[in-house]
């Protein structure tokens, strides 16, 4: 035999070694499972979570997460719609199927095939599920009119009325905190998130550090910032190595003026900090933290 009849076949090059084929858009690199399910994730759901997004954090069931989008997605238009008016996406849809030429197949695939030529006009979504890259999280984007805050309380109370957990609207949801503001993990954004999300609740230290009234609330709870009442900061974090909880925890009760008390049994109002990889969205809530889904 010759000495080149066992040899494999040289790329059209002629001298170098023959090369794969790219059959994926990652420019023939090779991917670890976890990439490829990352970039599926960011194909599929929102791109990232952005300065002064507000929305909702929701853990799920684990292995769930198709689904838990979906039913929480679908939980998020009927309540969207019959607490804020807003219409969800795709009700006016086509109904040619009543048409007298219905039967005529030929002309219902060319409809179709029209219809698909077609760019098709990019909507507003009311609610984005965006990716987070973490096991059993995700964030739901909302935008004007809805209430974050509004939303979960009737989420959470419709969930404690009902006692038959079968006949509850999710399944596989374990857990919603409201975001009212979301800026990056960093001294500033903290500072300015605090004070945006808590300037009409509490009454807040100056930005030189001396105590100062907080300018009056324009909200439906007018008044409500300069009564004294306790208070406790709930902190979470996850893929994030920046700040220490202490740290965190001390910069926003260093805004607090001295009139409220920290109680962490039994407080008048939760500060709930999440900080995830290098957002930090900060959210209030009131009387709300012993309500999860679950229960």
Not at 29 to 42: G, I, L, M, N, S
Not at 135 to 152: A, G, I, S, Y
Request: with cysteine; net charge neutral.
């Amino acid at each position: 035999m010759s000495d080149g009849a066992g040899k494999r076949k040289q790329g059209p090059g002629g001298n170098g070694p023959a090369t794969k084929k790219s059959k994926g858009g990652s420019g023939g690199k090779w991917q670890t499972p976890h990439q490829k399910a990352r970039k599926t994730e960011q194909a599929e759901l929102g791109r990232t979570l952005e300065v002064n997004d507000a929305g909702i954090w929701v853990t799920y069931a684990r292995g769930m997460k198709g689904k838990a989008i979906t039913e929480f997605k679908n939980l998020c238009n009927e309540y969207g719609e019959s607490l804020f008016g807003v219409k969800p996406p795709n009700e006016d849809g086509d109904n040619d199927e009543d048409d007298e030429d219905a039967g005529d197949i030929e002309a219902s695939i060319e409809k179709e095939l029209a219809s698909m030529a077609q760019p098709k006009p990019k909507t507003k979504q009311t609610f984005t599920p965006i990716g987070t890259g973490l096991d059993c999280v995700f964030f739901m984007k909302t935008v004007k009119p809805v209430e974050p805050l509004k939303l979960v309380t009737k989420a959470c109370q419709d969930a404690k009325d009902c006692p038959d957990p079968m006949q509850r609207k999710t399944k596989y949801i374990n857990r919603l905190t409201p975001i009212f503001d979301t800026d990056k993990a960093t001294d500033k954004g903290i500072e300015r998130v605090a004070r945006t999300v808590m300037e009409s609740h509490f009454e807040l230290k100056s930005e030189s550090g001396e105590d100062a009234s907080a300018e009056p609330a324009t909200s439906e709870q007018d008044g409500e910032g300069s009564a004294a009442c306790t208070y406790a900061i709930r902190y979470n974090i996850r893929n994030h190595t920046a700040f220490k909880s202490s740290e965190v925890i001390k910069k926003i009760a260093d805004l607090v003026s001295p009139k409220h008390k920290v109680n962490l049994t039994s407080p008048d109002k939760v500060v709930l900090v999440e900080i995830f990889q290098v957002s930090g969205p900060s959210s209030r809530v009131l009387d709300l933290s012993r309500w999860h889904v679950a229960n």
